[in-house]
């Protein structure tokens, strides 16, 4: 952030009572932490601090003491909103609400961001978007420490759990030593690492039925393309069954991923409606995820990405999939 845009903010926050903090539709590790690291360093502000996301808080993120307060309604009277690890309007559906959009529109508007891509938001924002950073915890910190503000306890242990959740755990290509610098300042000021892995643990338990049905999914994983493609199909019966305990591709995918000579895993949910949805993850060296998707009209990445068609009728996805993966590989 370039002084100038430095001291717009510092003023802005200053001169703020309510200041509302917007994560996009897709809310992760590092999206929920950045936001409860704002709040936590805005209450220390004495401010009056909203969290806003469109979609409920996916349950593996719910370790995060906090998460209860995001809100699926925009407040009014906000004096200035922050966007987190997000710049793209297609993430932030609930501000085509004219309505909505009404609330945030004349308000300065900060984005805070490490993605990619140009801002394409259809409003006037002061864009902090750092590319090199390897999550928005880690541009909220620097910020922080240019401001000389203190993100206190619960802050400093949220800038730890964005850059850990984004790092996946520091491992990442992404991850620079500045990354890691933060991280061990954080340490040196009391965040433990243990504790944050222990509560992240804690959410991950799950009950004896699904850990039987885990299981029966492992047993049907199936391997083609001279193993190199691992694949599961889950019928609606069992997206009824167990689907609002645990969403059944993310018992076995990552796993599948593991076996010797896979390089790309699909797994494909088939809904009593016709519609069908595959997850994709390939391995390092086989970027190929996106490509597969899009053959199907889905996108994403080149190690994870995924698709949905909403009429499967006279398609055979599955031999697709098989034929498309084995000219990708
Ligand atoms: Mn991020």
Same mark, same amino acid.
């Given at each position: ?18 200041? $509302?903090?917007?994560?996009? !539709?897709?809310?992760? @590790? =590092? ?5 409860? %690291?704002?709040?936590? *360093? ?100 620097? $910020?922080?420490?240019?401001? !000389?503000?203190?993100? @206190? =306890? ?5 800038? %730890?759990?964005?850059? *850990? ?165």
């Amino acid at each position: 952030m370039n002084k100038e845009k430095l001291g717009i903010f510092k003023e802005t926050i200053a001169n703020a009572h309510s200041i $509302l903090i917007i994560q996009a !539709d897709n809310p992760d @590790g =590092d999206s929920l932490a950045s936001a409860l %690291a704002l709040e936590s *360093l805005f209450h220390g502000q004495n401010k009056e601090t909203k969290l806003f996301c469109r979609v409920q808080i996916p349950k593996h993120l719910r370790y995060l003491s906090g998460w209860d307060r995001v809100e699926n309604e925009i407040p009014n009277n906000v004096d200035t909103a922050i966007i987190v690890d997000a710049s793209q309007w297609s993430l932030l559906e609930a501000f085509n609400n004219p309505l909505n959009l009404s609330k945030i529109k004349n308000k300065p508007v900060f984005v805070l961001d490490h993605h990619d891509y140009e801002s394409d938001l259809p409003f006037k924002t002061i864009s902090v978007i750092d590319s090199k950073a390897v999550a928005t915890g880690e541009i909220i910190y620097e $910020l922080a420490q240019k401001l !000389d503000w203190d993100l @206190g =306890d619960i802050g400093r242990e949220m800038i %730890a759990i964005s850059i *850990l959740y984004d790092s996946l755990g520091l491992s990442t290509e992404s991850t620079t030593p500045r990354s890691i610098r933060i991280i061990a300042d954080l340490v040196e000021k009391g965040v433990s690492l243990a504790k944050i892995d222990a509560d992240r643990r804690e959410t991950m338990k799950r009950s004896a039925e699904i850990m039987r049905y885990k299981a029966a999914l492992m047993n049907r994983i199936e391997f083609y393309n001279d193993g190199k493609l691992a694949l599961i199909e889950i019928p609606w019966e069992e997206i009824e069954k167990f689907g609002d305990q645990y969403n059944p591709p993310m018992l076995v995918l990552d796993e599948m991923r593991l076996v010797i000579g896979v390089e790309i895993a699909v797994a494909l949910k088939y809904y009593n409606n016709n519609k069908v949805t595959g997850k994709i993850r390939s391995s390092f060296g086989s970027p190929i995820s996106a490509k597969l998707a899009e053959n199907f009209g889905g996108g994403g990445h080149s190690y994870a990405a995924g698709f949905k068609i909403i009429d499967r009728s006279n398609k055979n996805i599955k031999q697709e999939v098989i034929d498309y993966t084995k000219q990708l590989l």
